[in-house]
């Protein structure tokens, strides 16, 4: 049962550890006691309002009471992280860090990587997940019903795609804000007022993703639809598509899809 496995989280007090242990507490699917964390600092503020969650600051420790072990510290601090996991699953948050290098690192092969984004803290996460060959059917169960309490989860086919929606989903509210900010300059600078742009572009980047996420909604039929419709909207569109909207976007997902991969 999902409901009797140990979670521990090493890096538990940082914003993905933190949002997963919350996500976990607040779907009801898991009891605290259920739930350890580790970090470098102590106790926090983290999970204040659940005194039955331990901190502890020996990863050892959580590594030998957990039957699951997810490591969300961030890349850079793996190194520092000496523990052995021989036998345990595991699941990595961590960005541009192979299965192969955490399945060194933690002396387990049944490894799942998984990449979040900061929609977590509002269970609103696309989470997809990739698993090494050694993860079973029952591990593979656990590692989706843990997931989707912090929205989508979603297992991949191949370690690639991974690092590609490293780039992508794992951006979070990146791409989003930049399209924001560019509409909230343009509208400032025609003179409207500062809250109802604000409210304006929020409006409409929240209400569109809502029309877009319906089932069955094409984005690229959407657009189409809208070109063909003649009106004004249409008239911004064709500006933004012959002006290469499309490819800077696309620049700027290569530029990221090779960071993810280390490059
Ligand atoms: N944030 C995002 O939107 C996002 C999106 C996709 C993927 N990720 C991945 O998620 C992972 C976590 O990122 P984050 O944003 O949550 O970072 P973060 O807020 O900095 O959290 C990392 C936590 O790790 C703890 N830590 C570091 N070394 C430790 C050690 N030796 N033992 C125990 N705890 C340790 C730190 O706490 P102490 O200092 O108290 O030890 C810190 O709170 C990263 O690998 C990142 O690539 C993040």
New binding site residues.
């Given amino acids: 049962m999902a409901q009797d496995a140990v979670i521990g989280i ?2 538990g ?5 933190r949002s997963l242990g919350m996500a976990l507490l607040g779907s009801g699917e898991w009891r605290a006691e259920r739930l350890l964390i ?4 102590g106790q ?1 503020e983290a999970f204040r309002d659940w005194p039955e969650v331990r901190c502890l600051n020996d ?1 050892q420790a959580l590594v030998d009471r957990a039957d699951v072990v997810v490591l ?4 850079q ?1 793996l190194d ?2 000496e523990v052995d996991a021989h036998g345990k699953l595991v699941i990595s ?3 541009m860090t192979s299965l192969e290098a955490i399945a060194e690192r933690m002396g387990s092969r049944r490894v799942v990587r998984a ?4 929609a977590a803290e509002l269970r609103r996460a696309y989470f997809p997940w990739y698993a090494a060959s050694e993860v079973d059917d029952d591990d593979r169960w656990l590692v989706q019903t843990l997931l989707a309490s912090c929205g989508t989860a979603r297992e991949v086919p191949e370690e690639r795609d991974l690092d590609y929606l ?1 780039a992508l989903s ?1 951006a ?1 509210p990146a791409y989003p804000a930049l399209l924001a900010q560019a509409l909230l300059t343009h509208a400032r600078q025609a003179g409207i007022d500062d809250e109802i742009a604000r409210e304006a572009v929020l409006e409409t980047l929240v209400g569109g993703a809502l029309l877009l996420e319906r089932e069955g909604v094409d984005p690229g039929e959407m657009v189409e639809r809208l070109i063909a419709y003649e009106g004004t909207t249409a008239k911004g569109l064709r500006s933004m598509i012959d002006g290469g909207l499309e490819q800077v976007v696309h620049r700027g997902l290569n530029e990221a899809y090779r960071a993810a991969r280390g490059g």
Avoid at 13 to 17: A, N
Avoid at 72 to 75: D, E, K
Avoid at 115 to 118: F, T
């Fill in positions: 090493i890096g007090q940082g914003w993905m550890g580790s970090s470098r600092t926090g990863n969300s510290v961030r890349p601090d520092a992280i948050l961590l960005a990449m979040p984004n900061a490293t794992g979070g």
